[in-house]
């Protein structure tokens, strides 16, 4: 009888689904990937389209996420500069900011000391005329501002790549393929799709990312961890306004948002609002497209006609755990095995492979031994959305 690799089920294409089918090809599992329609188009390529630590996460404190993450973006800058590139982010500070200079400074050298040697350039301070020079903001008010680094990716083409690369070391890729349910046989599950067919697998990796609950609870499955979903709205602007990129304090809710050079255009964003409905179909509000639009008015010298924002974009968060402001919500993700069933909640797209290379040993330890995975080669898609 022909020995045959145990077969794991990834449900979700997303960059968290990718990921953990990737790692486990490499490991040699034999890995179907479901994905209810194109792999990487939702949530993952929604994004803020950051490679970063998380600056702002060091104010609540959550040194361990900013440290991985700076490590993680190290390693894909080394390993996918197709794709992933440095990008200089300025952080002007005017008379009403509502962060003093000093707590942005103590922020700016922590988050140096954390990626240590892995740290793309050191931040700096530079004296207002410098900071208008560089981008086209208000002077009024305008008292200098800090420089640093952090790197900017193509979302949708990194999942394409991450796809293609599991392709490639053997997995099956499942497009437009709902699992619509999951039922126990003995000590393996049957996954029946959309599509009218059901399949038979040793272990299931649920990364549906939003909709993993949902699809825990259609098949009466408990879930170890409460997901906020909270959703986040960009507005994609005619032209390119600036090559650098701004990270701005919202002076009414002490927000923080971004202005990025994004191809020939600019991104503004992002919001954060509970999502109450199913994230399918999920689209800015309006209130989300004037809350940017006013934010960025507050800043820079051309006020933004509305007929410069091209189009807009949104994607859902499933943030790990519930509080009354989004904004605390802990941005690190949990996986969780119970039994033959991994369950992935949460995650950065900057953390994807370390969240793959958890996934792989919770499904090493349920089949009772370490595979070392092959070296991950990116198989490079420069497959873009508008
Ligand atoms: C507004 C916003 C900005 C962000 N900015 C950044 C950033 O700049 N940097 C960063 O690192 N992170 C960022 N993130 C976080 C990051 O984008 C997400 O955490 C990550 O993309 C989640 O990926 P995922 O694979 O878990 O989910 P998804 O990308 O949503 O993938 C889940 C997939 O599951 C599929 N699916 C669902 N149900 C089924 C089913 N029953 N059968 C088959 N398939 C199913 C869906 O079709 C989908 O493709 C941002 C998130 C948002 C919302």
Redesign the pocket.
């Known amino acids: 009888m022909i020995a045959t690799e145990p077969r794991v089920a990834v449900?979700?294409?997303?960059?968290?689904?990718?990921g953990a089918a990737w790692e486990l090809a490499r490991r040699g599992y034999e890995v179907v990937l479901?994905?209810?329609?194109?792999?990487?188009?939702?949530?993952?390529?929604?994004?803020?389209?950051?490679?970063?630590g998380g600056l702002r996460y060091l104010e609540r404190m959550h040194v361990a996420l900013v440290r991985e993450?700076l490590r993680e973006r190290a390693w894909l800058l080394e390993h996918l500069p197709q794709l992933v590139h440095p990008l200089e982010i300025l952080l002007p500070l005017y008379d009403d900011s509502p962060r003093r200079r000093t707590t942005i400074a103590t922020g700016l050298v922590l988050y140096d000391r954390l990626a240590g040697r892995a740290k793309i350039a050191a931040h700096q301070f530079l004296p207002a005329a410098t900071v208008a020079a560089r981008a086209p903001l208000r002077s009024d008010g305008l008292r200098g501002g800090f420089v640093y680094w952090d790197a900017q990716v193509d979302?949708f083409a990194l999942?394409r790549s991450v796809v293609a690369s599991a392709a490639r070391d053997g997995a099956t890729i499942r497009e437009e393929?709902?699992?619509?349910a999951l039922r126990r046989d003995g000590d393996a599950w049957i996954v029946q799709t959309n599509r009218g067919d059901a399949s038979r697998f040793d272990l299931i990796v649920n990364?549906?990312?939003?909709?993993?609950n949902?699809?825990l609870r259609a098949n009466g499955l408990a879930a170890r961890y409460v997901l906020s979903l909270?959703?986040?709205?960009?507005l994609v602007l005619t032209r390119r306004i600036s090559d650098t990129g701004l990270l701005l304090q919202s002076t009414t809710d002490r927000r923080v948002f971004f202005v990025l050079p994004w191809k020939e255009t600019t991104l503004v964003?992002?919001t954060e609002v509970v999502q109450r409905e199913s994230?399918d179909g999920v689209h800015a509000s309006e209130e989300e497209i004037e809350y940017l639009i006013a934010r960025y008015n507050r800043y820079f010298r051309e006020p933004l006609p509305r007929a410069d924002v091209a189009s807009t974009f949104?994607?859902?968060?499933?943030l790990v755990g519930r509080a009354a402001n989004p904004s605390a919500i802990g941005?690190d993700f949990r996986v969780v095995r119970d039994g033959n069933m991994v369950n992935?909640f949460?995650?950065?797209?900057?953390?994807?492979m370390a969240l793959a290379r958890k996934v792989a040993l919770r499904v090493d330890n349920y089949f009772g031994r370490t595979r070392v995975a092959r070296e991950p080669v990116f198989a490079v898609s420069l497959e873009s959305r508008a």
């Open positions: 449900i979700g294409g997303g960059i968290n689904g990718a479901f994905d209810k329609g194109i792999c990487g188009a939702q949530t993952s390529s929604a994004t803020t389209k950051m490679i970063h993450s979302d999942v393929t709902r699992v619509d990364a549906a990312g939003p909709w993993m949902e699809l909270v959703r986040g709205g960009h964003g992002t994230p949104a994607g859902v968060r499933p941005r992935v949460g995650g950065k797209m900057t953390t994807f």
